[in-house]
């Protein structure tokens, strides 16, 4: 893999995630925080209209418009947006990224995440200096769920996203906002040691990771109406294990549903308040454990 040469910080790919926005503001404040002596770092608000609106999206998520490859009717905002960022950004863009440092957070109890969409060997060496950085890390892999084609992220050929909760959409958490950018000038403290060939502590043999496998709505009706809520037990268990016959919903009437798969799961992104028109009640995950070269 060749040098680092540029790094995006995005922030507000979501207009109403204010941590992501307002550690642009504070960089492009501040541009010293995030300049290395061996890349360039530019800084990005994704969404401005919806970050001027305070919602997460105009027309639709910006974060699913990426993908080129797929036929998305009506051209709306995010559509037109994400071509413009393409034509900026992309691989053959003015400004070509190698690596994107993307902000997000969740309604969910995330914590401290880790987004990753590949698993080669640099991103996997850069989440184990990032878990030996701060052992209260999570590391959740996305492969399979469709962020490595159509994120903003995947502008670039490398990337991470770090996505902190729990935290209501629309507002602030001064604890969330600090480990934010602590895991931000982590990753560049890492992208510099690696351009410059500069050894670090010695890593981690094994990385624990959360592999995507699927994801679950909520029960519902006919007509699309939600029959159950996340049941009171499962509610801030993310990467908490989820055996078969465990309380998963509980409807209206205090009916619980049990989860009915075989094997052990690990839900993330619980009761996420973006995902009920996604359709998604949570995600479920494997926990695997990465032995490193």
Not at 128 to 139: C, R, V
Not at 264 to 269: A, D
Request: hydrophobic share 40%.
């Amino acid at each position: 893999m060749g040098k680092i040469n540029r790094v995006l910080i995005a922030g507000g790919t979501h207009g109403n995630e204010l941590t992501g926005v307002y550690a642009v503001k504070k960089f492009e404040r501040s541009p010293d925080l995030v300049r290395r002596s061996s890349f360039e770092t530019v800084t990005l608000l994704g969404n401005p209209r919806a970050i001027a609106a305070n919602c997460r999206y105009i027309d639709q998520d910006l974060n699913r418009s990426f993908n080129t490859g797929a036929a998305i009717a009506p051209a709306g905002y995010e559509v037109q947006r994400s071509e413009h960022l393409r034509q900026r950004f992309g691989p053959a863009g003015q400004t070509p990224v190698d690596f994107v440092i993307d902000l997000h957070s969740t309604t969910s109890n995330a914590g401290v995440m880790i987004i990753l969409d590949s698993l080669d060997g640099f991103t996997l060496g850069l989440a184990a200096y990032l878990s030996q950085a701060n052992p209260e890390i999570k590391l959740y892999s996305s492969e399979g769920s469709g962020r490595r084609q159509d994120s903003l992220r995947s502008l670039a050929p490398h990337r991470i996203g770090i996505e902190v909760g729990p935290l209501a959409h629309g507002t602030l958490s001064a604890q969330l906002f600090q480990k934010t950018e602590a895991v931000v000038q982590t990753t560049l403290d890492y992208l510099e040691r690696y351009n410059l060939g500069t050894a670090a502590a010695e890593p981690p043999t094994a990385l624990t990771l959360y592999q995507y496998v699927d994801a679950l709505d909520y029960p519902r009706d006919d007509e699309g109406n939600i029959l159950a809520m996340i049941h009171p037990q499962r509610q801030w268990q993310d990467y908490v294990p989820l055996e078969s016959g465990d309380p998963l919903f509980l409807t209206f009437e205090e009916a619980v549903i049990p989860y009915a798969g075989n094997a052990r799961m690990y839900p993330v992104f619980i009761n996420e308040a973006a995902y009920y028109e996604k359709g998604i009640a949570l995600c479920l995950t494997e926990k695997r454990v990465y032995q490193l070269e």
